[in-house]
């Protein structure tokens, strides 16, 4: 985006909720007031959203977020909105009150103008709740760095576009399975990397199968399985952010985290 | 064989062929170039001065030129170098029509930008004409009013007018862009015009926010938020209220969601089963269903405009290829056999092609077409830099995309011919998953 319009953006998203008015109406909404309760409800269910096994709102039916990923999956949300065209309906009244239905050119002359058309803010955004989410969520990732680093953990990398385990991570893995035997209390997450090439979509696929050979070698060497979570981050958090083979290496990993309470 | 015979037809006819044959049975829309298609010659005189700042009818000026030259439906024509004066034009006057019209000039385009009191905070009042060579009037105009933050919106709905005139489309000038940006490290929810000004954040829970697509209304985008950072969901949010539901949360992955055009079914991939699989919720009675069966990863379902059909990307071939299936999960086959990786397809809304990454021969990650026949196939990116993520403009003509072309990952315009590249995003550090609106 333009940097001009990005920090006025900023300004706007920090300040006032936008104002928009019905494109088709005179009235328009003060920002602010009559949304009150939306934003509160907003502000609840991210609050849920950062507690494990928590479900964001009622309807919910969330998983918790304990070891071992492959639990039963706890399925759908039994409640939320029509999505559906029909149930909501596209037709031209409902897209007008969005301020979206176009009108037309109006006949003009001289002494006679269009009629006025009052633009509101286009489709309707609520302005977002900074939530403390973020400070903890950096709180509890330096916590687990930091523990598995003072527990010596190593990681494992792997070949361009590979999810096999190399003799070198198999020796890694070795020392991690005899840490983790030692300390019989400790929860494990193995998170899977990729480097940038590929789509966004695959690499998660790709994480996933790192994690997921990471953790079954893990259990081959002997450790319950119910100690080692999986989660696969793709090409989302890298290690890494230059384009060189040696950057790409770096990323291309399973790294394993000590999960604190 | 529907799509075969409707190609040998279209052949039959030879390439004069004009306009769209539709076959709602397999979504194959063939549409012909129309060898004698020419844009409509349009001029923009300029916005006078209608009292306030100066630089309130140069910002219409300029933001209508762009859309009208985005639309693929006008060419704009430059009057100065017709000898035509542009600036301070209050009324049109006869001579310059028939100056335009002499010239090739098929429609003309003026008006006036000013303020207005209104209570404490003055207006901005936008008027608008068009005068029509054919017909050789003035054949209407608009009035546009409301607060300065709404000036580009003002010149949007005005380039949507002309293009729903001259087309009967709907125009894409005031459609919106979601896509995931990095703030602080996380990657959030952002939805910005198609033109990439007046970002807004959507989401702020510190972590990872990927993969936004919209619902068919515009009023909600689905997602993949990890929760916690260790599982992930498929969220829904509003963007009016910004309230939240988890729609999926099953073990393992959940990710590529993608509701149907009719909002009847979200079709996302899980991996619940072991290995990546896709599934659909049927939005209405919450059932859910298996669509694919396979050891292989299966994911990135997109629907065909009807519905009826599902493109996805699978490695049961061994690398990564864009196969078809119907939207029960029967009936799969393989599109895409050139290359060993086409990954993340998008169908396009009026059918006729499938835009999908594909990797090249050097390596290099780029946007590929086909055809849902498989019969036509051209790569309409090149150079360095890694291609994802690519979406449809509702008009079928344009679609957006991330790159790595100038280093980091931004997010990029281009025709469906490949022409006219238009970088959207400047500053920040990582701009990804754009997913373009439906047409209002």
Redesign the interface.
Known sequence: ???R??TA?LV??LGVM??T?A?CSKKSVQAGSG?KS??E??AK??SG????GE???E?????S?GAG????????????????????G?DAA??GS?G???R??????PGK???????????????????D??????E??RREQAAAAAAGLRDVFFAF?SWTITEEGRMALAHDAEWIKANPGSLI?IEGHCD???????N??LG??RAKAVRNYLVELGVSANRL?????GK??PFCRE?TESCYQQNRRGHLVLRTK | MKGLSMLILALALGAGLVGILESKATDVFLEATRPDFEKIPIGVLGFQNGGGPEWLGGRVEEVLKADLRRSLVFTLVDLPSLGIKVRDVGNAEKAIFKQATDNGVAVLVWGRAGLKENGKEADVVVDGYVYDGGSDEIVGGKRYVGSTSVVRLMAHRFADELVYRYTGEPGIARTKIAFVSEVGGARELFVMDYDGYEPRQITADGFLNLMPRWSPDRRFLVFTAYRSRNTQDIDLIELATGKRWTLVSLGGLNITPALSPDGNYLAFTTSQDGNAEIYRLDTRTKALQRLTVNPAADLSPSWSPSGREIAFTSDRGGGPQIYLMSADGSNVRRLTFEGDYNAAPAWSPRGNWIAHVCRTPRKEYKLCLISPDGQKRVQITTGPGVDDSPSWSPDGRHLVFSSTADGKSHLYMINADGKDLERLTYGGTHYSSPAWSPAL
């Open positions: 985006m333009k940097a319009s990005f953006c706007v998203m936008m104002v008015g494109g949304s939306s934003e409800r907003l269910s991210r959203s950062v507690t494990p479900s964001l709102n309807g919910s039916l969330g998983m977020g990923d492959i639990g039963q999956g706890a399925g759908a949300s039994s409640s939320f909105p029509d999505l559906t065209v029909s149930g909501r596209t409902s897209a969005e979206g239905g176009l037309g050119l109006e006949p003009v002359g103008g269009a009629t006025e058309e009052r633009v509101g803010g286009g489709t309707l955004m609520a302005k977002v709740q900074p939530s989410s973020a400070s903890r969520q950096i509890e990732m576009d997450k940038e090439r590929g789509t966004l979509a695959y998660l696929v996933e199968k979570a999986v989660v696969s981050y989302e958090r384009q």
